[in-house]
């Protein structure tokens, strides 16, 4: 194999690690509660369903669990 192969070889490498280490990055700021579309330069579907989703349980009273023994 000649230079021009092993650098190929290499850029594959890095952008397909960069790939994964974004993608381990959103599911860390998913798993903290963080907002995972902070960075995103557009609308984010995902936090549309997030902010859609707090809402819900800010409305919905939390009811409190019946006693079965006293």
């Known amino acids: 194999m000649n230079w021009q192969e092993w650098i190929v070889i290499i850029l594959v490498i890095l952008c ?3 790939i994964l280490r974004r993608i381990y990055l959103f599911f860390l700021r998913s798993k903290e509660n963080d907002d995972p579309c902070a960075n995103c330069a557009s609308g984010c ?3 549309d ?3 859609e ?3 819900k349980c800010r409305d ?3 009811k409190p669990k019946k006693n079965c023994c006293g």
């Open 16 to 18: 397909f690690g960069e």
């Open 45 to 47: 579907e995902l936090k």
């Open 49 to 51: 369903l997030l902010d």
């Open 53 to 55: 989703k707090k809402k």
């Open 60 to 62: 919905k009273p939390v």
